[in-house]
Structures are given as C-alpha cells and as structure tokens.
T-cell receptor, first 109, second 115 residues
Framework: QKEVEQNSGPLSVPEGAIASLNCTYS??????FFWYRQYSGKSPELIMS????GDKEDGRFTAQLNKASQYVSLLIRDSQPSDSATYLC?????????FGTGTSLTVIP | EPEVTQTPSHQVTQMGQEVILRCVPI?????FYWYRQILGQKVEFLVS????????KSEIFDDQFSVERPDGSNFTLKIRSTKLEDSAMYFC?????????????FGPGTRLTVL
C-alpha cells in the first residue's frame, strides 16, 4: 500500500511567521511531488511541483525534497491570513497519484 | 487564464440510477484525470486518460465506472447503478505534459449526492 503521510494539524502560526508543512511517502520509486492548497469546499489548487532533491522557491513558497529520507516539505514565508487552508501533498508513483490527508493551517492576524 | 470546468456543480440522484459527470479540460492539455473526495477524507485517484484510452486506473475504478471523451472538448465520468457510498466530490483534472512530471490543474468539482 503506497502511502503519503501528513500531520493533520491544525497548525497555527501568527501573521508574518514561517509556516512549515511536512510530508513523507512510502514508495522510493516516486518521481514527482506536488503541493496543493484546498480551501474548504473548493478544489485543490496547485502551489508547487518539485522533481529533484533540494529546494525550489516560488515567491513566498519553498518546496524541499529529500528522496533519501522520502520527505517533502513546504515552507510559507511571511504567512498571511489568506494562506489559511488545508495543504495537500501529492506524489506521483507508477503513473498513479496519491494524496495525503492534508495539513490544516491557520494564520492568526 | 484557462481553467478546467465541470458540470453540474451539484448532482442529486437516487440509489441505483446512472449519472454522468462532465468536464471540459484546458484546451491544449493532453492528459485527463478523475478524482473523488469523500467528505472529510483525502483526494483519491480514480483514472487517467490519454489518447482516447485509459492509461491508469485505481482499485476504486471498477466496472461501475467508465470514462469517455465524446468529442474534442468534453471528458465524462459515468457512474452506473449509484450507491450511497458514491456520494462525494468528484474532481476532473488535466495536464499538459507527460504523466511523469506533469502538473495537474483541477476543476471546481461536482458534488454528487446519492439518496
């Protein structure tokens, strides 16, 4: 059973702080990794993709991938109340796509 | 900005009936997907579709389900003989590149309620 694990939270951070979200996956053959944001009652919205070890930055977001540790993370700098949502980690393994249960983030003004 | 669209936004049906959920993927995308999300649970992969055929399907996607691209723009999911447990949000997604490194963009979803 291929698994994607996330801490369900809730994670609360003050406005302006860094939010750190983590994800582990079970299949070493996984090839591509994605972070999505999902507001309540809405569809997943793509934030970042990452395919190779290291960091990838896009604006206030940084994705980090460590394939040896089977670990993916997302850092959100200068967190804003509008960042309050559930963050989903998704992993592409063998042409199927597996999502974690998501981490609920609340940014407190 | 191009986006994936889905209709209807909400579908209510009686147990045992057939439903068809419709999606219009982003126009230059080649890969299409269906996912479902039962309330409070994670997003689950159902099927991927490329070049007019299924390229991958999950264990959930059994004989009750079928997909079709009836014309150049629409992508449909048919659920036959619906069950109470089919109640969920169904999301369509599409991607431009190959499955290995793709970025998938999701539609707004169809909420299916089976009574």
């Amino acid at each position: 059973q291929k698994e994607v694990e996330q801490n369900s939270g809730p994670l609360s951070v003050p406005e302006g702080a860094i939010a750190s979200l983590n994800c582990t996956y079970s299949d070493r053959g996984s090839q591509s990794f994605f972070w999505y944001r999902q507001y309540s009652g809405k569809s997943p919205e793509l934030i970042m993709s990452i395919y190779s070890n290291g960091d990838k930055e896009d604006g206030r977001f940084t994705a980090q991938l460590n394939k040896a540790s089977q670990y993916v993370s997302l850092l959100i700098r200068d967190s804003q109340p509008s960042d309050s949502a559930t963050y989903l980690c998704a992993v592409n393994t063998g042409n199927q796509f597996y999502f974690g249960t998501g981490t609920s983030l609340t940014v407190i003004p | 900005e191009p986006e994936v669209t889905q209709t209807p936004s909400h579908q209510v049906t009686q147990m045992g009936q057939e439903v068809i959920l419709r999606c219009v993927p982003i126009s230059n995308h080649l890969y299409f997907y269906w996912y479902r999300q039962i309330l409070g649970q994670k997003v689950e992969f159902l099927v991927s579709f490329y070049n007019n055929e299924i390229s991958e399907k999950s264990e959930i996607f059994d004989d009750q389900f079928s997909v079709e691209r009836p014309d150049g723009s629409n992508f449909t999911l048919k659920i036959r003989s619906t069950k109470l447990e089919d109640s969920a949000m169904y999301f369509c997604a599409s991607s431009e590149a190959s499955q290995r490194y793709n970025e998938q963009f999701f539609g707004p979803g169809t909420r299916l309620t089976v009574l």
